[in-house]
């Protein structure tokens, strides 16, 4: 049994506890029991064989352990076969519809007596759940676009969990005899925010004993298919894994073939074919004679073009550019300088100022924003005037004391309902860096909402505007204002808009990025991290910016702390 299988049942029964309105606590040791299970390197089944007492590992305690010992047994536990018993267990996939939640999907259950999420998208289109109390149309038509959303979400997985799959698979892959050379292609080369399957391509000395080695690899869950061309297999969390063998003459057409895009591939080929030449993954050719096909590289300039970076094959204008010779130059990951947002304790992150200077030095940082909430943020113990100028103070302490790194003292303040900022004026206009942000009131409708973002934009006491869309990958929909309007008044008004790195954020998205940087706009990276670790997470939101043909001058966290005290002084 595979640990994600394990993590999973734990998650549902938190799930079927949480409609069931149970204790909070119990709720979140079972979903914490299931993030450390997932995350464990080795596999729990083995652990257990081997006599480990899996109380000692972190959020499992002694009841946990004897549950996953029965659901290794059993392949489930006592404990959600109950709960199944009690609650329709569909329900859990309603709740996970964005701008749902348990509470509403009981009530959608308690009232139409709604259990499955096919039930769901049928009542909203016979327009029932409108009459539902606290519903509404406009809730209805949210909750058909989420199960769009969610739908076509199914099966991906977010960027950063396929960089953990691929790294450890790499490890394994590294270990075998006869794969002389493994390269990963598709969506995952192309650094796309989520990932529908692994496409990995593999030169082998012997294509039958390297597919033996490979299947090897402890975190398959199936082999669906075993060929000598291609050997699909699917991953214990359900990722699936296409593993196909190339000679050395043509790896190179086959990784342009396989990194797509689609679009990608299908312009190229219409340009060899204007030379009357073919092009596919065994290379490009002109009849019998090859003429290229041992590398990318070579490929391209037989087509007359210089190679393209795969995060800009999407057929989105880079074939022109390419030929024009206007490709940009993208930004890297080693030009980012410092990081434009993060939190302390002072709102809702887990370590003080001191530790994350500390740990932003140790990364090699040579500045970091601290820009904790404003006090509308209540969830987040959010920070009023008198306490925003007292952090401003402990920030700048702090900074004295440390070397070679500097500390902006920053804000991320709230854009209230009215288009108001949280804070007063005079006090955000003492900081080194202001972002302002949407939390709350999110569907005002498109036309206030837009009122609402240009009001701050024009506020002239902010630097930038903090994950713009407000949208969770897979979780919750980018927020409906006008894009262009926004675009307009951040050029107008010198306002940077951010793109957030976390992984299930990464806002601003790859087209919005290209539409505003048409527009002359300038940005900022922000982790947004919430405790050290996350200063890490920088790299995905650097290939968002690559993705959005972003070059180092687009980008303020390039400057060096000089050039950007500068940027940032206000006239
Ligand atoms: P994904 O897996 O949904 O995140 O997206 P991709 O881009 O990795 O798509 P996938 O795995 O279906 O196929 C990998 C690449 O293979 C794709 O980017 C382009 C190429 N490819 C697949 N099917 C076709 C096709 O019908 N025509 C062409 N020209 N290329 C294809
Ligand atoms: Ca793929
Ligand atoms: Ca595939
Ligand atoms: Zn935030």
Request: charged share 30%; with cysteine.
């Amino acid at each position: 049994m595979e640990n994600a299988e394990i993590a999973d049942i734990f998650n549902t029964i938190a799930d079927l506890l949480e409609l069931k309105d149970a204790n909070e606590f119990r709720i979140r040791s079972y979903r914490s029991a299931a993030r450390t299970i997932r995350g464990l390197p080795d596999r729990i089944e083995d652990l257990a064989s081997e006599g480990k007492d899996l109380a000692e590992l972190p959020n499992i305690g002694d009841s946990t352990a004897e549950k996953i010992h029965e659901i290794l047994d059993k392949g489930t536990c006592k404990r959600l076969e109950d709960l199944r018993k009690e609650m329709p267990e569909g329900l859990t996939r309603i709740m996970h519809v964005p701008g749902l939640g348990a509470r509403k999907a009981m009530k959608l259950h308690e009232e139409l007596g709604i259990t499955h999420l096919d039930a769901l998208k049928q009542a909203c289109e016979d327009r029932k759940v409108r009459h539902v109390e606290d519903f509404g149309a406009r809730t209805e038509q949210k909750i058909l676009e989420g199960i769009a959303t969610a739908r076509s979400d199914e099966g991906r997985i977010l960027y950063k969990d396929a960089t953990d799959h691929v790294e450890s698979l790499g490890r394994h892959l590294d270990g075998c005899d006869h794969v002389k050379r493994w390269e990963v292609a598709g969506s995952f080369r192309r650094a796309k925010e989520t990932v529908g399957d692994l496409d990995v391509l593999i030169e082998a000395s012997d294509r039958k004993a390297a597919a033996e080695e490979l299947t090897g690899y402890r975190d398959i869950a199936k082999v669906d298919s075993r060929g000598k061309e291609k050997v699909t297999v699917h991953l214990g969390s359900g990722l699936q894994v296409d593993f196909r063998f190339f000679e050395s003459e043509t790896f190179g057409s086959a990784m342009l073939y396989f990194t797509g895009s689609k679009a990608h591939n299908i312009a190229l080929r219409r340009r060899a074919q204007s030379h009357d030449w073919k092009l596919n993954e065994y290379g490009l050719s002109k009849g019998e004679t090859l003429l290229a096909g041992a590398d990318e590289e070579s490929v391209y300039h037989r087509l007359n073009l210089p190679w393209i970076p795969p995060e800009l094959r999407e057929d989105c204008g880079e074939i022109d550019a390419a030929e024009r010779d206007e490709l940009p130059d993208l930004i890297e990951p080693g030009d980012v300088r410092g990081d434009l947002q993060s939190h302390t304790t002072a709102s809702d992150g887990t370590a003080g100022i001191e530790q994350m200077a500390q740990a932003a030095a140790e990364r090699g940082l040579t500045y970091l924003a601290i820009t904790d909430h404003t006090k509308r943020v209540t969830m987040a113990k959010g920070l009023d005037n008198d306490g925003c100028r007292k952090h401003a103070d402990a920030i700048r302490e702090v900074n004295e004391d440390i070397d070679g790194l500097w500390l902006l003292a920053g804000i991320e303040v709230d854009i209230l309902k009215s288009g108001k900022l949280d804070l007063d004026e005079d006090v955000l206009a003492e900081l080194d860096w202001v972002i302002a942000s949407i939390h709350y009131n999110r569907d005002l409708g498109e036309k206030k909402m837009t009122e609402r973002m240009l009001s701050a934009i024009r506020s002239g006491v902010v630097h930038g505007i903090a994950h713009p869309l407000g949208r969770i990958i897979g979780g919750r929909e980018p927020m409906a204002f006008d894009f262009g309007k926004v675009v307009e008044a951040c050029a107008e008004n010198d306002v940077l808009l951010e793109i957030n790195t976390q992984p299930d954020r990464l806002d601003l998205p790859d087209t919005y990025v290209q539409q505003a940087r048409k527009a002359g706009v300038r940005f900022s990276l922000g982790t947004d991290a919430h405790k050290p670790a996350e200063l890490g997470l920088m790299p995905y939101g650097v290939n968002m910016a690559r993705r959005g043909w972003l070059e180092k001058a687009d980008v303020v966290n390039t400057l060096t702390p000089k050039q950007l005290a500068k940027a940032l002084k206000r006239d």
